[in-house]
């Protein structure tokens, strides 16, 4: 690149690093928030990255490329964002506040367009990584996209995370040409000057993962010196000098920052820089590649080269760079004073009346910023997948079945439909024929980008692959299930391909990979994860293995819906419909239930659970009625009254239940029928939409000072306001709140111990969920009136 050019880089630079500084400082001296909490920020932070971020967006980027931006560098991308004209003026002074910019960037929140949402540091830093895995996948299936780079700008420490090194493990994610991470290695940390540098450590496990590594060490000043005669002296102890003795240089001038250098090096660097005033000095031992735009730019091209591996590339960088904090121990939250900022102001020749203002569009800085605005510019994308999911695939069961083998059998049956079947893809951590998958994969196959040959024949498994297949297995890791199913889930946007992505796991190992379950659907992805087997069913795998506060974690999470089934109709019903939702090909047709922007989470077993009492449901009250109750999170599914008529008058009660535990409750109602008690039977089948329901009329009622209404679903499932018994093969207290929600005494029974090994009915028995327990439940209740 020319000089000139490198020059209008760095005006654009340090345009970048007033505004990225001044955000901060506006959020935290402009805007008082008036509770007493501090509003915070990253200015050092942001301007270890301003370099490497201005060589991307103002020289190296394509508009079909992608990027994470690590999360304390917000400010500086939004900077960016607002030279290249995509965010408006008025967001600059309201990061941190209420519909302003986010603390870190978020692809559903921020108003300017963020690849990768990030802040759970490692996530954001992995997700280009599995989508450019997904990219690979929509390029073997539906044609070769347009040309992407997956790029994610990560903070050295976050290299202390552990899922980085899963990701980076996994086979899945070999041989992608297309990814690049840029390491921002300023050597520092949130609490300090990091001992000792891990370059080697980390460059050894990156290139033992088959990736290419650059390092950009040095910038222009320091390799002229080390040109020099004698200057390999001179890098020889800048390379050997301790870590937190090369940052204590940042805060020095003069003879001191020379005697602080010399400390313990060699005569000969002493007369090399014997001729290097005092003043040019610190320029000189400072000079990191990191901050050299030539350098960073020839590294990008070094990575564009690789085509068959991912590329790292190691940007020593320091933090604070430019700022008066520059390299302080405690820099990471540091604010710059007012004065501070009034002479960084000046120094860009700006005022008050023009701080904020864009570059001159004349001037070759404006210039080319307007030229990048239009190279990134990027088309609206399509989420919806434009086909119609049936409503059900008409899966019938004559025995006692599992919802685990109803979910694979419905899957199968979809994979056969023309119009659905080439848009599902499955993945699972090594649990794929554990957990069902099996009859999927069979049909169609495990994807490979090249056609692998099959050493050994089972009939009960052909593990065939081939870029055509639709299963991307992935190692033992939970982490890299939940990071590969949020970008397949984002693939709308990212590669534009719209997919139905399925994932499968062990139930109790949801919690191994919540972090990554939350970031996707924060990310607003959208995909299936059924979670089995679940609950203390799992009855001889013993504690390690059984999962009792996952149905609370599903019915928490924000921007998931989350679905226990007991029957294989019913969750024939609920999957469909969550493809539907997620293929959301025509919005104008109304559903049962409002359309939802979120994952879905089915917690299954491998309980086989006897059909009938379903069926009887369903010829009570019909396909029709029943679907609508059923995908609205409950119906009943015995009437006490119909059932028992000579009980019209009799003391009443519900029993509410999810999944494998609704056998003991309809024993239970049996034997309360026999001890003259009606027992209304509730299968919840979405304690989420349940729940969801209440709350929006109770919040309704809230903000309108008027009575709550009741919500239809409620009102259907549980049309008599009696007592409640809640059971679950899980916590208790994730069905306890239905008591309030009916207006009614409530006795929850669930599993609130770690679990043991034994048989179903010594676990039931041990957490009182056997039908003798459930009806002394329902007598306790009773009394409760």
Known sequence: MEQQDLDVLDEIQRRVLWLATRIVDAANHDRGAGDGVKVGGHQASSASLVTAMTALWFAHLHAEDRVAVKPHASPA?????????NLDRSYLPRLRARGGLQSYPSRTKDPDEVDF???????????PLFAAVTRRYVDAHFGARPHSRFVALIGDAELDEGNIWEAVADPATTGLGNVMWVVDFNRQSLDRVVPGVRIDQWRGQFEAAGWHVVEVKYGRRLAEAYDRPGGAALRDWIDAMPNEQYQSLFGLTGPTLRKQFLDGAPEAVAALIADVSDEELGPLVTDLGGHDLAALLDAYAQCDAVTDRPSVVFAYTVKGWGLPIAGNPRNHSALLTGEQV??????????????????????????????????????PRERALGVTVPQTTNVRANKPISTQEVFGRVLVDLARDRQVGKYLVTTAPDVATSTNLAGFINKTGVFAPTAQRSWSEDRMLRWTE???????????????????????????????????????????????????????????????VAGTPSGVTLAP??????STITASVGLELPGVTFVEPAYAASLDWLLCDAFGQIAGADRATPTAVPAEDGAYYFRLSTRPVDQAPFEAARDRLGDAVLRRQVLAGAYRLVDAHQAYPHLADAPTVQLAASGAVLPEVLAAAAELADEGVAAHVVDVTSLDRLYRAWQRTLRQGVRTATVPSVPGALRSAF?????????????????AWLGSAVGAPAVPLGVDEFGQSGSVHDLYDLHDLLPGSIVNAALAALSLR
Not at 541 to 546: D, I, L, T, V, Y
Not at 719 to 728: C, E, G, K, L
């Open 77 to 85: 991308f939004h900077a960016i964002q607002y030279l290249l004209g």
């Open 117 to 127: 949402s990030t802040g759970s540091v490692g996530l954001g830093a992995a997700a």
């Open 342 to 379: 009034d002479e960084l102001r000046a120094a860009q020749g700006l005022t008050r009346d023009t701080e904020w203002d864009r570059l001159d569009p004349a001037s070759p800085a404006g210039i080319r910023a307007g030229q990048r605005r239009e190279a990134l510019s990027r088309a």
């Open 466 to 528: 081939s870029p055509e297949g639709q299963h991307i297995e992935l190692g033992i890791s939970e982490m890299n299930l939940f990071l590969l199913l949020g970008q397949l889930g984002l693939a709308w946007d990212l590669s534009g391909q719209p997919l139905l992505p399925v994932g499968t796991v062990y139930d109790p190992f949801v919690l191994r990979g919540l972090d990554a379950f939350l970031y996707g659907t924060y990310s607003g992805s959208r995909f299936v």
């Open 541 to 546: 795998e013993g504690g390690a293995h059984q």
């Open 719 to 735: 049309a008599d306001r009696v007592p409640v018994v809640t059971a679950h093969d899980a916590a208790s207290h994730a069905m």
